[in-house]
């Protein structure tokens, strides 16, 4: 990889779309790595007006985007039996693990998965 260090989660995605102060470091483009599902998660928001699928669009063109393989649907039914999470998250997560990644989230729900090298910040 090029230098990619970090998974960033939809919900820091979108924190950075709002320009969040907080997650201005996880910006920069070197870091701008996603899942696929985060691209669908932020694209496929319900009654999306144009001008704000401009913006997404054009952030998620500067990100390396990662595709669901064949290891991180395994890695990612394995997380879905061990730990109760949604199947977005299982697959971000999955994601992250296979890619040798650590994941940037507010979302806790993944500080039980113990597979996962994760940064969990802070937005309140």
Do not use: H, W
Not at 24 to 42: D, G, H, N, P
Not at 71 to 80: D, E, G, M, R, V
Not at 95 to 113: C, E, R
């Amino acid at each position: 990889m090029s230098g990619i260090e970090y998974l960033i989660d939809t919900n820091i995605l979108v924190y950075i779309l709002q320009g969040n102060p907080k997650v201005r470091y996880f910006a920069q483009e070197e870091f701008l790595a996603v899942s696929c599902i985060t691209e669908i998660e932020t694209l496929g928001k319900y009654q999306i007006f144009n001008e704000e699928k401009a913006i997404v669009e054009e952030l998620l063109e500067q990100c390396n985007i990662f595709d669901i393989t064949y290891k991180i649907k395994q890695t990612a039914i394995k997380l879905k039996q061990n730990y109760r999470i949604k199947l977005p998250d299982a697959i971000i997560a999955a994601t992250a693990i296979q890619q040798n990644l650590t994941l940037v989230t507010a979302d806790k729900g993944f500080s039980k998965i113990s597979e996962l090298d994760l940064i969990l910040l802070n937005m309140e």
